[in-house]
């Protein structure tokens, strides 16, 4: 994985935008703005760039993943990235 565990990513990633906005931001708040981001990019493209929406499903599943502690290793058809 290019930027580790996505759990680990998320909570630094909430620990720098809550030093910055002072106030609590947990990880799944980090994936939930991260799918808000990639919706405004999509309309900016005319909701045509896949990569956008490709994006916005990762960032919604690493925010499912995150959210519910699901262990995505006991699913039986898991998804590698």
């Known amino acids: 994985l290019k930027y580790g565990k996505p759990e680990n990513n998320f909570k ?3 620990t720098y935008w809550g030093d910055y906005l002072g106030r609590n931001i947990k990880p799944a708040d980090v994936a ?3 799918c808000l981001f990639k919706i405004a990019r999509l309309e900016t493209s005319g909701f045509e ?3 956008s929406w490709v994006d916005l499903a990762g960032y919604a599943a690493c925010g499912a993943e995150i ?4 262990d995505t ?3 039986p058809h ?3 990235a």
């Open 12 to 14: 630094i990633i909430a």
């Open 32 to 34: 939930v703005m991260m």
């Open 49 to 51: 760039d896949l990569d």
């Open 67 to 70: 959210a519910t502690k699901l």
């Open 73 to 75: 290793s006991k699913l």
């Open 78 to 80: 898991r998804l590698e």
